[in-house]
């Protein structure tokens, strides 16, 4: 009897231990690369001597910031846009049964499942062929596409959760079918709506491959910015900005966890 | 009558913006690739259009393209069995032994670094994992003595890189289908005398092949057509045919080979998730 409360106890250890060792795992990386953005080396030696000197020069790095404003002006529109195009497409989804309604729901699919570079190469090939080019517009083009499939999926788990008994209420005391859009529907999707904006705006601001294929020399984001460095060479000043975009991505999908009520049950 | 033609007017409004944007980003530029895929030349210069199947011949006849496709197959096989390995029992534990506002915390610890930027994690190991980094000076600090442990260039630094971006999904997939086991299924075998092992052999890890298959295609397809992490985790020795892909784009300008090899990569993928499809539906069936 003592052995096995024994071997319970053993196992209970040896799991947590594994959870524990699979978290260091996953954030030993993201705190190293932190830690080295406020040491005073060039070299990334130890030991340790706070700085944060490679911040301050973020600030008088010209393409750095240029390249962070055009992340955040292309990752806004795109939200934008997103949001606005996946929040009706999802009202059709839930509102109206009709014919290819599946088939249009299959092909969210391929935009997520098939890899970027290939979808990023695509892309190069028919833009430069048309005449569309490269540039943040270009880069606008294909976001927008990769988020659209993820806010269709989220507007439409918040309409799935809510069915349609609101709007036929609405309907049923006389409301127009606007008035019924506006002042009923949307404010009970908004939490999914603003879910799906803060997801889309993720997509944006953390697209790398996408990006890559359609900056022109010259123009570019944030990713395609920290690619470069690390394949020219790098400075701690490379550690700062990446930090800087990991918080502000963990901040927003945070957001999004808590809007969209993700993980676990509650 | 009349309701019908609104009906339908409102269904066009509301998805053809969304889809008419996905045709022009998605599905006519994968038509334009597949189209130079089988042209002599690509979009460049005054020429006219030749078709040519010499671009799928090239892979078949060159034998070093053949040995890079496998080595991204194997490379997929890799990072997708460590992370069942590392994966499973992680999802385990927290699926099934730890509750309430603990697991909803530690279960968003692990899917939070997921969704920031891969490129900037990849860095990361770079900083980790070179001679007298983070990695090298932990192991000295435990056993002094050892010679530099140096994985800049590695493969198995690509590994390393890999298995760190894409784990979160395999812990996801299998958590939600560990979620899902109803405890009385658990307690009926236990009292009927079945052993852990039994259990876990016999209704567990069954019950868990619907996560397990989900979370391994989740990672299979992007590992084999990734090429920023090799290139800058692998370095030379970083070649796959992810890499060979970008650099027809970016560096030879030979768009139609590269067009060729995506549709042959595209090709593979299908074929797998053709084969496993029928293994899963049946699963899915019995269970």
Redesign the interface.
Known sequence: MNQARWVVLMS?GA??L??FL??L??????L??AV?GLNDSVH???PFAFTTRWYEDLAGNERLLQASFNSVAVALANTLIATT??T??A???AR?R?RGRTA?QL??F??I???????G?????????TGIGRGLHAML??H??LS?PYV?IVVGARLASIGPDLEEAAASLGATPFQSLVRVQLPVMAPGIVAAALFAF?VSF?Q??IS??LAPPGVSVL?VE??SA??KGFTPE??AI?TI??VV??TV??LF?RLSK???ER | MRIETR??W??A???G???L??A???????S??LY?SFQKK??FGRHASEFSLKHYEAFFTKGYLQDLMWRSLEMGFHVTGLCIL??F??A???AR??HGRW??A????????F???????V??????L?P???LD?AVHLVIPGLPTIDLTDSYAAIIIGLV?SY??YM?LTCFLSLQAIDESLLEAARSLGARSWTILGRIILPLAVPGLAAGSILIF??V?????EPR?LGGPKGTVI?TV??EQ??VVSN?PL??AL?FI??AI?LLILAVSAPVLKNHMRTT
């Open positions: 209970e799991g947590r594994w959870l699979v978290l795992f996953l954030y030993l990386p993201i190293v690369l080295m990334y030696t130890l195009l996946g009706m497409a009202l059709a989804f109206y009709f249009l092909l969210l391929p935009p499942t098939i890899p970027w570079l290939i979808i190469t695509s892309m190069l090939v028919l833009f430069f062929w083009l294909g927008v596409a659209l269709i993720a953390d790398f491959v890559y294929f990713p920290i690619f690390i394949r490379v550690n990446s975009m990991i991505s963990m999908l945070l966890a993700f993980g676990g | 009906r339908r409102a269904i409004w509301l998805t913006p969304a889809y944007w996905l022009v980003t998605i599905f006519l530029p994968l334009a690739m130079f690509g979009p590392i994966g029992p992680a385990y534990w927290l032994r730890i697991r909803e530690l279960f968003l610890l692990i899917v939070l670094p969704w920031s930027n891969a490129l900037v994690r860095f990361s190991w770079t900083i980790v070179r007298d980094g983070v000076r760190h784990l979160p812990i397809v992007p084999i057509g990734s090429f920023f800058l992810g892909i970008e784009f970016t768009w590269g067009g995506s990569l595209l993928v």
